[in-house]
C-alpha cells in the first residue's frame, strides 16, 4: 500500500467525465460477517477491456492511499454490449481504513498517481447499516413515460405491506411521475439514484436534449404524452446493453441493501401478494423463514392481469380495474432474496452462498401480481385466448388503498 501526503485538503467531488474504459456508478463499504468493521470497497460500473486499475483511498486525515483495484465481477458478454457491468473491488487491509466514516471516497485510475489522470472515476463512500428484520425492494430503473397514479398506487400497496426500504435509479423519465419520485424521496421509503444520462457510450446530443452537466432539465421539460413514443434507443430496454445497464442496477442494489433481512427485484407493475393480503414483511419474517432455515432466497410465481382482456372491475386502481389472470405460473417469475446468503441476482435469478439454496414457493400462498399487456414473445401470442381466472382478492384493501392513492394526488397537485 502506497501512501501520497498532501499539504492542503483533498476534496474530490463525483466526477462528471467518461473514460473509454471504465465508468463508476457507486462505490460501496463491504461489512464483515458479524458488522464490526468494513473490509473491503465495492465499486459497481460499466466497463469494456481488461486495464488494470488502481483504488485511491481517500481518508479524513487528508492522505490519499493505493492499493490494487481486483475486478471481482464481470457480467457476461452475450450479446456483445458496449460496455458490460462489472465490479471492482480495493480490500481494506489497515485497520483505520475499515472503521465506519475515516474513508470518504474512492478513485479508480489505470496510473499510478491519480492526479496525473484526466478523467479520474471518483466515488463517494456509502456505508450501509444493519437493518434486521427488515424489507427492501430493488425496483431498478425509473425511465421512460410513467403514470404517475399507477406509481403512487404501486409506492402505497408496498408501504401498507411492511416495504420499509425501496431504491430505485432515475434515468430520463416524465415529469409528473418524477414528481411521485421526490415525494417518496422525502417521506423517507425511497432511495432515488440518478443515473448517467445520458448513459454510457450514448452522444449526448442524440439523447433527447439531455444536458450531462444538467440531469435536472430530465425530469423538468417532459410531459408523460411527450414521452411515450420516444424511442428504445434512449432508455437501451431491450437491447443486450440495455441488459448490462439493468445489471448495473441491481449490482448497485445488492451492495447497497446488504443490511436488509430481505430484498425483492421487481418491477413498478410487479406487487408481491399473499393469499390473505398479509403483511409481506411480517409473512416472510414469521412464516417462510421458519420454514426454510437455509434459504438464500424465495423464487415467486407469476400471476399475469392482462390489459389486453379490458377492464373486469371497477374504480380507478389497476389492481381493481383488472380482476381476471392467468393462473399463476412458473415464468418470469421474481425473486425476495436474503443478502447476506446470497452471492450473486440477476433479474429473474439468484445464486446461493454456500451452505444456502434457493427456495420455490410454487403453491401459490404468495405470488407476484403482474399488470401488464401480453409480452410480444411468442409464448403469448395466444394469449387472448388463455384461460382466465377471476381474482378479486385485491378489493378487501380497495377502501384504504384509494384513500391513499388520493391523499397523495392531492398533495402532489396531480390530476
Same mark, same amino acid.
Given at each position: 500500500?502506497?501512501?501520497?501526503?498532501?499539504?492542503? =485538503?483533498?476534496?474530490?467531488?463525483?466526477?462528471?467525465?467518461? =473514460?473509454?474504459?471504465?465508468?463508476?456508478?457507486?462505490?460501496?463499504?463491504?461489512?464483515?460477517?458479524?458488522?464490526?468493521?468494513?473490509?473491503?470497497?465495492?465499486?459497481?460500473?460499466?466497463?469494456?477491456?481488461?486495464?488494470?486499475?488502481?483504488?485511491?483511498?481517500?481518508?479524513?486525515?487528508?492522505?490519499?492511499?493505493?492499493?490494487?483495484?481486483?475486478?471481482?465481477?464481470?457480467?457476461?458478454?452475450?450479446?456483445?454490449?458496449?460496455?458490460?457491468?462489472?465490479?471492482?473491488?480495493?480490500?481494506?487491509?489497515?485497520?483505520?481504513?475499515?472503521?465506519?466514516?475515516?474513508?470518504?471516497?474512492?478513485?479508480?485510475?489505470?496510473? /499510478?498517481?491519480?492526479?496525473?489522470?484526466?478523467?479520474?472515476?471518483?466515488?463517494?463512500?456509502?456505508?450501509?447499516?444493519?437493518?434486521?428484520? /427488515?424489507?427492501?425492494?430493488?425496483?431498478?430503473?425509473?425511465?421512460?413515460?410513467?403514470?404517475?397514479?399507477?406509481?403512487?398506487?404501486?409506492?402505497?400497496?408496498? =408501504?401498507?405491506?411492511?416495504?420499509?426500504?425501496?431504491?430505485?435509479?432515475?434515468?430520463?423519465?416524465?415529469?409528473?411521475?418524477?414528481?411521485?419520485?421526490?415525494?417518496?424521496?422525502?417521506?423517507?421509503?425511497?432511495?432515488?439514484?440518478?443515473?448517467?444520462?445520458?448513459?454510457?457510450?450514448?452522444?449526448?446530443?442524440?439523447?433527447?436534449?439531455?444536458?450531462?452537466?444538467?440531469?435536472?432539465?430530465?425530469?423538468?421539460?417532459?410531459?408523460?404524452?411527450?414521452?411515450?413514443?420516444?424511442?428504445?434507443?434512449?432508455?437501451?430496454?431491450?437491447?443486450?446493453?440495455?441488459?448490462?445497464?439493468?445489471?448495473?442496477?441491481?449490482?448497485?442494489?445488492?451492495?447497497?441493501?446488504?443490511?436488509?433481512?430481505?430484498?425483492?427485484?421487481?418491477?413498478?407493475?410487479?406487487?408481491?401478494?399473499?393469499?390473505?393480503? =398479509?403483511?409481506?414483511?411480517?409473512?416472510?419474517?414469521?412464516?417462510?423463514?421458519?420454514?426454510?432455515?437455509?434459504?438464500?432466497?424465495?423464487?415467486?410465481?407469476?400471476?399475469?392481469?392482462?390489459?389486453?382482456?379490458?377492464?373486469?372491475?371497477?374504480?380507478?386502481?389497476?389492481?381493481?380495474?383488472?380482476?381476471?389472470?392467468?393462473?399463476?405460473?412458473?415464468?418470469?417469475?421474481?425473486?425476495?432474496?436474503?443478502?447476506?446468503?446470497?452471492?450473486?441476482?440477476?433479474?429473474?435469478?439468484?445464486?446461493?452462498?454456500?451452505?444456502?439454496?434457493?427456495?420455490?414457493?410454487? /403453491?401459490?400462498?404468495?405470488?407476484?401480481?403482474?399488470?401488464?399487456?401480453?409480452?410480444?414473445?411468442?409464448?403469448?401470442?395466444?394469449?387472448?385466448?388463455?384461460?382466465?381466472?377471476?381474482?378479486?382478492?385485491?378489493?378487501?384493501?380497495?377502501?384504504?388503498?384509494?384513500?391513499?392513492?388520493?391523499?397523495?394526488?392531492?398533495?402532489?397537485?396531480?390530476?
Amino acid at each position: 500500500m502506497e501512501s501520497i501526503n498532501f499539504t492542503e =485538503r483533498v476534496t474530490p467531488g463525483v466526477k462528471i467525465c467518461r =473514460r473509454d474504459d471504465l465508468y463508476t456508478f457507486s462505490a460501496v463499504a463491504k461489512p464483515s460477517a458479524d458488522w464490526t468493521k468494513y473490509t473491503s470497497i465495492v465499486i459497481t460500473s460499466w466497463c469494456t477491456g481488461s486495464t488494470q486499475f488502481n483504488c485511491f483511498l481517500y481518508s479524513t486525515n487528508k492522505n490519499i492511499e493505493m492499493v490494487k483495484a481486483t475486478l471481482s465481477r464481470k457480467r457476461s458478454n452475450h450479446g456483445r454490449p458496449k460496455h458490460c457491468a462489472c465490479q471492482y473491488t480495493c480490500n481494506l487491509d489497515n485497520e483505520y481504513h475499515q472503521i465506519k466514516g475515516y474513508l470518504t471516497q474512492v478513485g479508480l485510475s489505470p496510473l /499510478k498517481d491519480i492526479k496525473e489522470d484526466s478523467c479520474p472515476q471518483i466515488n463517494k463512500y456509502i456505508y450501509p447499516t444493519r437493518q434486521s428484520g /427488515k424489507m427492501a425492494i430493488c425496483s431498478k430503473m425509473a425511465y421512460g413515460s410513467q403514470e404517475p397514479i399507477k406509481l403512487i398506487e404501486w409506492f402505497e400497496y408496498n =408501504r401498507l405491506m411492511g416495504v420499509d426500504r425501496i431504491i430505485t435509479m432515475v434515468q430520463l423519465i416524465n415529469r409528473d411521475a418524477y414528481k411521485v419520485l421526490k415525494y417518496y424521496n422525502k417521506t423517507g421509503l425511497l432511495d432515488m439514484d440518478i443515473f448517467p444520462s445520458p448513459l454510457p457510450g450514448i452522444d449526448i446530443k442524440k439523447n433527447a436534449n439531455c444536458k450531462i452537466k444538467d440531469r435536472t432539465s430530465c425530469f423538468k421539460e417532459f410531459s408523460q404524452e411527450e414521452l411515450k413514443d420516444l424511442p428504445w434507443r434512449h432508455f437501451r430496454r431491450s437491447s443486450p446493453q440495455g441488459e448490462h445497464d439493468q445489471m448495473v442496477a441491481l449490482d448497485h442494489c445488492q451492495e447497497k441493501l446488504q443490511g436488509y433481512a430481505f430484498v425483492a427485484n421487481v418491477d413498478f407493475d410487479e406487487f408481491i401478494v399473499q393469499s390473505n393480503l =398479509r403483511n409481506i414483511k411480517e409473512y416472510f419474517n414469521d412464516t417462510i423463514l421458519p420454514k426454510y432455515q437455509n434459504a438464500a432466497g424465495f423464487t415467486l410465481n407469476h400471476s399475469y392481469f392482462l390489459a389486453n382482456w379490458g377492464i373486469s372491475g371497477d374504480g380507478f386502481l389497476q389492481m381493481t380495474q383488472y380482476t381476471q389472470r392467468v393462473d399463476p405460473r412458473y415464468v418470469n417469475y421474481k425473486n425476495v432474496y436474503i443478502p447476506s446468503r446470497t452471492a450473486s441476482t440477476t433479474t429473474h435469478e439468484l445464486t446461493p452462498k454456500s451452505g444456502f439454496r434457493r427456495i420455490y414457493l410454487k /403453491k401459490h400462498h404468495i405470488v407476484v401480481h403482474h399488470y401488464r399487456t401480453c409480452p410480444p414473445v411468442a409464448y403469448w401470442k395466444n394469449c387472448m385466448n388463455f384461460t382466465r381466472y377471476e381474482d378479486k382478492k385485491m378489493l378487501k384493501i380497495r377502501k384504504v388503498m384509494e384513500e391513499r392513492a388520493l391523499n397523495v394526488k392531492r398533495e402532489l397537485g396531480i390530476t
